[in-house]
């Protein structure tokens, strides 16, 4: 298989660790749902390809998105090692009795940066999200668990248009202080430009946010997801969320498509001789897998390029 040729640059880091969101954020968007042992194997192909972090499912209210309502029979059949990390949404505290039931080790939660947002996805308003948060994070830290905060609209909203960047500093800085180790900035609809994310991480920064813990979760609706993410990269941070085939988007923001495609973020990383632990040709074995299971071609340019 091609490879990309090597050639490393300035400011950049050594080693990326890559959230893979596919089963969870790529597969709660699919109109069929998929039976739960094409989800175990495709998340136990996407370990063998050296993902280590896996977000697998989530417990949210069934009918809200009934593609993973089979989350606990999903994880019940999983036997993954334990250097697989695989973390599970969990919005409330009735999904966190679920995901405790089920045995996770790590969670994340998901607030919306936006007023409009947190309605739509949560039910909720922009503080009641944190009413709905604060015990939840509080009971997961008490059991053991690790908290990951995500922030969804960072960049943009389809209903209120732009979003000032105060208003997700806020959010996310909250976030941090319920104890979240790692906040997900969110460009749910897929708008951002580098600009906003420079702009972002100062301004999380100076708010005395480390930029160690943060991570970077662009949809591509716009083709900017690889600019975003290696301006991220530049900006100190280490985290940077995909799925595999670029599967992805969110029932409760239409305009919302998929991620940045795990295959092309492999693709630059290993051509800049940053380390990731992902074997691309197994990579690009499963996404042309599951695009078949799902009877439709992968949005990701590198597996097209591959596998064509
Ligand atoms: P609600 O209807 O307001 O819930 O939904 P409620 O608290 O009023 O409870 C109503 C009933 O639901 C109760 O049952 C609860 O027990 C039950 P009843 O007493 O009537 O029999 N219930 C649950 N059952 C199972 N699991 C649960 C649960 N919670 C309550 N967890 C709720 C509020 C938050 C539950 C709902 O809005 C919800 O599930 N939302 C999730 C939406 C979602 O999953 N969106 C996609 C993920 S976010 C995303 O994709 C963005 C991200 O990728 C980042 C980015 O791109 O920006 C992360
Ligand atoms: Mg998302």
């Not at 690790?146 to 208003?167: I, N």
């Not at 991570?215 to 997801?225: I, N, P, R, S």
């Amino acid at each position: 298989m091609r490879k990309p040729q090597r050639s490393k640059a300035d400011g950049l880091p050594e080693q990326v660790t890559i959230y893979e969101v596919g089963p969870r954020d790529g597969l709660q968007n699919e109109d069929a749902i998929v039976d739960v042992a094409v989800k175990a194997e495709f998340v136990r192909r996407l370990a063998d390809a050296g993902l280590t972090t896996i977000e697998t499912t989530s417990f949210v209210h069934p009918k809200w998105v009934p593609q993973l309502a089979d989350a606990a029979e999903l994880l019940a059949t999983l036997d993954l090692p334990d250097s697989v990390r695989a973390p599970v949404l969990v919005p409330n505290e009735r999904g966190l009795d679920r995901a405790l039931e089920a045995g996770v080790r790590e969670i994340a939660i998901f607030a919306s940066a936006t007023e409009t947002f947190a309605k739509k996805n949560l039910n909720s308003t922009l503080d009641e999200q944190f009413a709905m948060f604060t015990p939840t994070v509080e009971r997961a830290l008490a059991s053991g668990l690790a908290v990951r905060g995500y922030v969804s609209m960072c960049y943009g909203d389809p209903w209120e248009g732009d979003v000032p960047v105060g208003q997700v500093v806020e959010v996310t800085r909250r976030l941090a202080d319920l104890g979240c180790h790692e906040l997900s900035l969110g460009d749910t609809i897929g708008v951002a430009t580098p600009g906003q994310v420079i702009e972002l991480i100062d301004e999380l920064q100076q708010a005395g946010v480390d930029v160690g813990s943060l991570a970077v979760h662009f949809h591509d609706t716009y083709g900017q997801a690889l600019a975003n993410t290696l301006t991220a990269l530049r900006e100190g941070v280490t985290t940077v969320d995909s799925s595999a085939g670029g599967l992805g988007g969110c029932p409760y923001a239409e305009s919302a498509t998929g991620n940045l495609a795990t295959e092309d973020l492999v693709w630059q990383l290993d051509g800049l001789g940053i380390t990731t632990g992902v074997d691309l040709e197994k990579l690009v074995a499963t996404s042309v897998w599951m695009s078949q299971q799902l009877g439709k071609p992968p949005a990701s340019r590198v597996v097209q390029a591959l596998a064509g």
